[in-house]
């Protein structure tokens, strides 16, 4: 059997593994032979060109080096500065420096340099995310001939901006040496083909105009998902009845509303507690009733736009509580740091509602892991953002649209007031989903489908054409 190869940019650390993607992909790493490659967190002067390999609690990983002015191009910059503003629509938050994509290209170069001579012929690889979009070009370059896949972990854009990545022409040439693309959903291949199948190209004066074939790479949404029944079986740990029984000595009576995220501009924060604000304002009967537990540890804290979000966020929290706290009564807790999942758990399944809001996402992970957390015979009610690709898994949650700060507010008031049997009804079908969507066959049909045994290999290449302008 072949070989897989994991790309990423990031290699997961020791201790346990943070998030149900690492578990399931060293799941994949035990299963079958072979390692994960990524960027070993450490900057150097002159980084060396052949990876280093280590174990890491059985997994074989290798690594490489960067220096600090391409790791900021590559990171900072071109990755988190602009394609991921861009990818979720967020055009006014995108710093255009174009010595960036210098750096990003330099990058994906070293990356495909030091992992060229670690491939064998027949090994199957697969790279995560938007970091890496150039690697496959870069690999194939050097002669590669594996079987490539790429998963995008994010939306994909709309067309439009998509015109505003700079170089974005070279980064859907790149795109195409990849032989399958994953995407988080349906919306995300609708706006690809989109794109691949109708744009035409913009042109500066008299510039020559080259095809980009996309005939040999299949394009599919493969929605990623959770372990649901893990998060289940944490609920109900020692760590995780600590942290309720903290939480309901705390909360007395109060109905808990909770919200997990990265501090992320995507993830809609300022927006929810807006609609909060908005909840206890239409509904004095609610006040002391309910309580807003936020977690959101900083992430990316030295990109200007992440501090401001931070800022802003701040400010919202401080207005709400200027406005409705008691000296007996606080309307919200605003936690700056990461828990580990069994505590995470606890609070999930504590949670009457959990709220779910991102202005945009590829999937939504928390939203997975709530589900798969609740209490079957008193389950929380899930208010869940229609812009998280999530929200094409759970049609049965509360769907909001979270510009509408009116009408998350209202969507909380249902999700409060909702007898037991629709809580449970609405649940059950969530939890169905969830489990038929676990992250462990999402490894396994991306992989299926990247390398099919001969058995089954039947043709899904598509015949997209795309006329773009070369420079
Ligand atoms: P993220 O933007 O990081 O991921 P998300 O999927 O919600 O978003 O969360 C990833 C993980 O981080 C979850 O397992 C969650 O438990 C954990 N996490 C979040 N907040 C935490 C906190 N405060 N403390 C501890 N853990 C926390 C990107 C995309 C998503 C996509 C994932 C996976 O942006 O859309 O779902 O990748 O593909």
Redesign the pocket.
Known sequence: MSRIVIVSNRTPGKGPA????AVALRKVLGEREGFWFGWSGKLAEHPAQEARFEDIDGLKVAQIDLTRDDHHAYYAGFSNSILWPSFHLRLDLATIESHWYEGYRRVNQQFARALLPLLQPDDIVWVH?YHLIPLASELRQLGARNRIGFYL???FPTTDALYAIPHHEDLMRDLSRYDLIGM?ARRDVAAFTEFAEHQAPSTFGGHQVRAIDFSRTEVEAFP?G?DPQAFARLAVSPAATKMIHRMKRSLGEQRLILG???L?Y??GLPQRVEAYEKLLANNARLRRAVHLLQ???P?RDTIKEYQETSDTLDAMCGRVMGHFAEPDWQPLTYVK?????PS?AGLYRLARVGLVT?LR???????H?FVGAQDPEDPGVLVLSRF???AEIFPDALLVNPFDTDETAEALRIALDMPLDERQERWRALMDAALEHNVDDWALGFLTRLAPSPMDKTSHTRDFLYLASVA
Do not use: C, F
Not at 361 to 367: E, I, K, R, T
């Open positions: 943070a998030g149900g993607l995310d972990h994010i939306p988080q990623i959770s997990v995220d990265r992320d995507s993830k977690v959101a540890p992430s740091r990461a828990y580990g999942q995470l991102p996402d590829g999937m939504n992970l928390v939203a892991e998280a690709g999530a």
